[in-house]
């Protein structure tokens, strides 16, 4: 069974500093991966995804996240993290394709918390 | 991008009363359309699959009939909690599948029953 691991509950960096967020997933075919970010009693806005190609992909805000098949992650990263990232992140792959319906199975989140 | 409405933002109701929640994509038309549950620093967890002009698939664990989904037309799908009661207080969230499985989400709407 499809299944994503997101192993820090919580995470706190300094404003500026780099960031990453760890995601590791089980599937068994290659995934859709994707990451979100949920700012408090808000739904969920779309990072980045990874589908195919490239393994290092670029989202909005300055985030990336990398696919590495070898260790089945797709980490987040940010080079340098703004006050206003402070939020909770989730990590999803994409399950059941070919005529199914596509639908997303997430991790449990890491929130993130910025300190001045 | 994509934006997915939600209404209302925020219910509160009496127990045994029905809601209803109305997702709607406003600038795409999607015809299958998910709708998730979110406790309390949890994750999502996918209650349904709503597709346009058929009945919804619900997942494993979710009551069909106190749960109604309706998907009437390719930008609107609502879901009905019936006979509400307090352990249906929850954060409800509804995404429209654009292509190749990306989702976009609406902002939710925050349920309690009283």
């Known amino acids: 069974a499809q299944s994503v691991t997101q192993p820090d509950i919580h995470i706190t960096v300094s404003e500026g500093a780099s960031l990453e967020l760890r995601c590791n997933y089980s599937?068994?075919?290659?995934?859709?991966l994707f990451w979100y970010v949920q700012s408090p009693g808000q739904g969920l806005q779309l990072l980045l995804k990874?589908?195919?190609?490239?393994?290092l992909v670029q989202g909005i805000k300055g985030f990336e996240a990398e696919f590495k098949r070898s260790q089945s992650s797709f980490n987040l990263r940010k080079p340098s993290v703004h006050w206003s990232d402070a939020a909770e992140y989730f990590c999803?792959?994409?399950?059941?394709?070919?005529?199914?319906?596509?639908?997303?199975?997430f991790g449990k989140g890491t929130k993130l918390s910025v300190k001045p | 991008g994509a934006v997915v409405s939600q209404h209302p933002s925020r219910v509160i109701c009496k127990s045994g009363t029905s809601v209803k929640i109305e997702c709607r994509s406003l600038d795409f038309q999607a015809t299958t359309m998910f709708w998730y549950r979110q406790f309390p620093k949890q994750s999502l967890m996918l209650m349904a699959t709503?597709?346009?002009?058929?009945?919804?698939?619900?997942e494993q664990g979710v009551e069909k009939d106190k749960f109604l989904i309706n998907h009437a037309s390719l930008t609107l799908s609502t879901l009905t909690v019936t006979s509400a009661h307090p352990e249906d207080s929850s954060f409800y969230i509804c995404?429209?599948?654009?292509?190749?499985?990306?989702?976009?989400f609406g902002p939710g709407t925050r349920l309690t029953v009283l």
């Open positions: 709503s597709n346009e002009g058929s009945k919804a698939t619900y």
């Open positions: 995404s429209a599948r654009v292509q190749r499985d990306t989702q976009y």
């Open positions: 990874y589908f195919s190609g490239d393994t």
């Open positions: 999803a792959v994409g399950a059941d394709y070919g005529g199914s319906q596509g639908n997303l199975i």
């Open positions: 599937y068994g075919a290659t995934p859709y």
